[in-house]
């Protein structure tokens, strides 16, 4: 199965307004593919629609040159979205929040997997401390944890720097490089101004439509 998530004709309108219109997308494996644009402008909506998340659109969405009504099951089954917030329960430490997500995954439980993917994100020593004890950036790294605890090929990350320390923002990029490189996909949304490399492409919203900024 070759690794593609493609866009055709997609629009979206918000309280009478147009986020875009006529948008079409051909994402593949082996890119990260920034989407830009201002507050407002639609970049958290259209992450949701192409990850499945919102129906209400207009377009038609197709995985691995399949419609997604028939590819569904596939795309499910390749796709990590994390949104805009960390999404970790306070009561829970972080390795029993890992294993809720992989019990939410359908994947096997191991504790292994869990230890090696929080000292992967630099929790070494704060794995049994509730989430909510920890900072901010603490919570954001135990979400990231999900990266290299669920395989899967495309990423969908919604502002996945937010509140990380330059450490970590270095890691991350390092992740999401090698991710493109291993012939996965990367679909993201930041603040961050991302180092330019071959694996990058933007996307820009604005003015009801996008421009491609290959």
């Excluded at 377009?59 to 917030?85: D, K, Q, T, V």
């Excluded at 430490?93 to 090696?116: H, I, M, V």
């Excluded at 509730?130 to 919604?158: C, E, K, N």
């Excluded at 990058?200 to 900024?213: E, M, P, S, T, V």
Aim: hydrophobic share 40%.
């Amino acid at each position: 199965m070759s690794l593609r998530l493609q866009a055709q004709s997609l629009a979206c309108e918000r309280d009478d307004r147009w986020l875009f219109r006529d948008l079409d997308l051909d994402i593949r494996a082996g890119e990260i593919v920034r989407v830009e644009g201002p507050n407002g402008s639609g970049k958290t909506t259209l992450l949701k629609i192409l990850s499945g998340q919102l129906a209400d659109y207009e377009g038609e969405l197709f995985w691995s040159e399949r419609p997604m009504r028939e590819a569904r099951e596939s795309f499910l089954a390749n796709l990590l979205y994390l949104g805009h917030a960390p999404g970790v329960k306070a009561a829970l430490t972080p390795l029993e929040n890992l294993a809720w997500y992989q019990a939410l995954s359908g994947e096997k439980p191991s504790e292994a997997a869990r230890f090696r993917a929080l000292e992967e994100v630099g929790l070494v020593g704060f794995e049994d401390v509730p989430a909510g004890q920890l900072s901010a950036g603490q919570q954001r790294r135990v979400a990231l944890a999900r990266l290299i605890l669920t395989p899967r090929a495309l990423w969908v990350l919604d502002e996945p720097f937010t509140a990380i320390d330059r450490d970590g923002v270095a890691a991350l990029e390092r992740r999401l490089v090698e991710h493109a490189r291993s012939g996965g996909c990367v679909l993201v949304t930041t603040h961050h101004e991302l180092t330019p490399c071959a694996e990058l492409r933007r996307i820009r919203l604005g003015g009801g439509g996008a421009d491609d900024g290959i």
